[in-house]
């Protein structure tokens, strides 16, 4: 029987997230009404408890209740300098200025694989993951959230159709191609995706390259649907950024988890649905972990980019403390939903799903890790 073959015939039983700009600041600028203080934070049920790979993991100043996530399964501090190193030496290679430079370094993307990718030891391999998730969040940053950097959102729709061009390289149109590549050879970002693209070509399958290629085209609609709610001024209520952010997620980072760890998932198994929904569902916890630790960086922008914590409160009416409370249960019910997932794939004869699913489990306590220590993240005290 086939890897696929295994899978279908093992889960043919039953099957298993789903206003106005002003408004929006006008409430976040309100003091909350009943903060939630550490002693009100329910226990953990206990029965939940009992699996050693996930804990309920304080985080921020402690306030907050805990998150449910996977406990980080390597910290190699010399390993992820020795990434970061090599990283910043290739953002400066790729046309980041000097300041730019240090501002990769101090991020620390080097540190945020070697947490999230503990079976693979080899910095060369890991920079694959560090250059794609660097030249990403410099798209994210320059392209689409950051105002102070430049980011407008009305131009960001054609910056990404260059981006899909400059890491899926398009076949020569003759005279139409000299613009194009003079372009992608002149902006940094573009620059930097073409570059990891290209890197990540050396040790990928091509069906690994172009499932890294399509998650990230994927992730980068999303992109668009906030560079329009943005522009407009009308943002959505959570449903609607929560059913985008599931494509924007650390789903795309996760693409390279086999590619890291010198394995490949079959297409099959990557893309079967079931493998498909606990990818999604370890891609989105991630990012929820994002979403909660970067409210005090997203409320500094003149125009705040979408984050999951905001729009709860503008959606309940809440205080900032209650959203994030309603997103950490959010998050906790997703990794419970992952854990099960993983529990019922464990029958499936196939030691690459084994590792792939150990591996999505890895990266999000790898990411947990990195958001709590990294100072792109450290907020500045309230007042
Ligand atoms: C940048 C990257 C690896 C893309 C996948 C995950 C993702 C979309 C992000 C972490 C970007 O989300 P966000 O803009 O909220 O991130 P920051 O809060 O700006 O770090």
Redesign the pocket.
């Given at each position: 029987m086939t890897e696929h073959g295994a899978l279908a015939t093992l889960l043919a039983g039953p099957s298993g997230l789903g206003t106005s700009a002003a408004r929006l600041a006008a409430r976040l600028a309100q003091p909350p009404a009943v903060p939630l203080v550490a002693e009100e934070i329910p226990p953990p049920p206990e029965e939940l408890s009992l699996d050693p790979a996930y804990a309920f993991r304080p985080w921020g100043d402690g306030s907050a209740p805990p998150l449910y996530c996977p406990v980080t399964e390597r910290i190699n501090d010399p390993l992820g300098e020795e990434v970061d190193r090599r990283l910043i030496a290739w953002a400066g290679e790729c046309g980041f200025d000097k300041e730019e430079c240090e501002q990769i370094g101090k991020a620390g993307f080097g540190r945020l694989v070697m947490l999230a990718h503990p079976d693979c030891e080899d910095p060369d391999r890991l920079l694959i993951s560090a250059k794609l998730?660097a030249a990403?969040?410099a798209a994210?940053?320059l392209y689409?959230?950051d105002t102070s950097l430049g980011a407008v959102p009305a131009e960001l729709p054609p910056k990404l159709a260059l981006a899909m061009a400059a890491m899926d390289p398009v076949p020569s149109l003759g005279e139409f191609s000299h613009d194009l590549d003079k372009t992608l050879r002149g902006d940094r970002v573009l620059v930097a995706l073409n570059s990891a693209t290209d890197f990540l070509r050396r040790s990928g399958t091509p069906a690994q390259v172009q499932r890294v290629c399509y998650s990230t085209f994927a992730?980068f609609v999303s992109w668009t649907a906030y560079a329009a709610w943005r522009h407009s001024g009308k943002y959505p209520p959570a449903w609607e950024y929560l059913a985008a952010r599931q494509h924007?997620?650390?789903y795309?980072?996760m693409t390279l988890i086999d590619v890291l760890g010198g394995y490949e998932l079959t297409s099959n198994l990557y893309y079967d649905p079931r493998v498909r929904e606990a990818a999604i569902q370890a891609g989105t916890a991630a990012?929820l972990v994002?979403?909660v630790h970067?409210v005090a960086?997203?409320l500094e922008d003149e125009s705040p980019?979408c984050?999951t914590v905001l729009l709860i409160a503008d959606d309940r009416k809440c205080t900032i403390e209650e959203a994030t409370a309603i997103t950490v249960e959010l998050h906790n019910d997703v990794v419970r939903d992952f854990q099960a997932a993983h529990e019922k794939l464990s029958g499936v004869p196939s030691l690459e799903l084994h590792r792939f699913m150990r591996g999505l489990r890895g990266w999000m306590g790898g990411g947990f890790e990195w958001h709590s220590t990294s100072p792109?993240y450290r907020t500045k005290p309230r007042n």
């Open positions: 998730n990403w969040w994210d940053d689409a959230d992730m924007d997620s650390f795309t980072s990012v994002n979403d970067s960086k997203d980019p984050n792109r």
